[in-house]
């Protein structure tokens, strides 16, 4: 069973050099790498057909970033990525993500450049914690150049 590094996808620009890292960590170690993309949930359910409707674009929309990206993961660890798409908080469905798969034994988490902090992702995850599983979570600064994550990874 290889062991895979799980990458939360957003829209944050630090997100590349967590996908580096997690593919280069993958291919130095046999693993695989699995990307998360959580789309938010509608909520009114008197505009039941138009939030169908917006859902199966998200959904559209998260498979079609998930396969650019997932193109890139294969590339730089060797292997295809899995896809997770789930709706809702991001810290839940991040723990659903490792509830669901045991295989999944690392997190990979950019934190943000700049000196504002590490995210608010990092921080969610770094306080509420990943639910009854113990995981490592792996911080990626978010400025690392390809030559310093080929150097660390």
Not at 25 to 36: D, K, P, Y
Not at 73 to 96: N, Q
Not at 116 to 122: A, E, F, N, Q, S
């Amino acid at each position: 069973m290889p062991r895979k590094f799980l990458v939360v996808v957003d829209d944050s620009p630090e997100f590349d050099a967590a996908l580096r890292y997690a593919s280069r960590r993958a291919r130095s170690t046999g693993g695989r790498v699995a990307l998360l993309r959580v789309i938010p949930r509608g909520s009114d359910a008197h505009w039941s057909g138009v939030r169908d409707d917006i859902q199966r674009e998200l959904r559209e929309e998260a498979e079609k970033l998930l396969a650019r990206l997932g193109e890139q993961a294969a590339v730089r660890s060797g292997a295809a990525p899995l896809f997770l798409i789930h709706e809702g908080d991001p810290e839940a469905a991040i723990r659903a993500a490792i509830a669901d798969d045991p295989e999944i034994k690392i997190l990979v988490l950019a934190a943000a450049s700049g000196g504002r902090g590490p995210g608010p992702l990092v921080s969610a995850v770094l306080k509420g914690g990943l639910g009854g599983r113990k995981l490592p979570v792996t911080l990626v600064p978010g400025e690392l150049t390809e030559a310093d994550i080929e150097d660390l990874a």
